[in-house]
């Protein structure tokens, strides 16, 4: 496999962390996590759908961690050193910012999209992480995937949203 293959391990249970339905310790996540990605080669990512303790993700030794940006861009934010120190070791943020269902993406063009990314962003600067850092470092994905689409024409316009915003983004901060 090329050592630029991605893949991406899909965690739906992260969620959940320290709940009553998943009361493994963070040492043990990591562990297993650790333990799936030494069977991968090329780069390593992990991504969580909602809520999560992102400090875990973020300690393990994934190059790239996706989250629903549309959705929970805020939740990420909440750990500004972890990220800081995630970035640091050229780390990579995946932003889920094209949303995955219909009604939200018939309501949103590159530019709202734009914005909603630029204002997800914004936190991670005032905690001393530079904007071209995160723009760098960073990837633009769909929220969540696009299976809960029921349309093709609904999974053409996430995709097509989604090279828009790319290139819009890569005019703006080359």
Known sequence: ISPNTIIF???PYMVSLGSALVSLPRE????LLEEVFRGISGL????CCGNTDWS???ETSADII?????NHARSLSLYPSEVKSFLERKGTIAWGIVPND???????????LKDRLEEAMAPFT???VPFRKLVRQGLLTPGCGLATLTSEEAAARALELLAELSAEMRKRYP
């Open 56 to 58: 875990v993700l973020l």
């Open 126 to 128: 005032r905690d001393g």
């Open 28 to 31: 043990k996540v990591i562990s």
């Open 102 to 112: 219909e009604p939200s993406l018939a309501e949103e063009t590159a530019a709202s």
């Open 66 to 70: 996706s989250f629903d940006a549309y």
């Open 9 to 11: 391990v899909d965690e």
């Open 44 to 47: 390593k990512g992990v991504h």
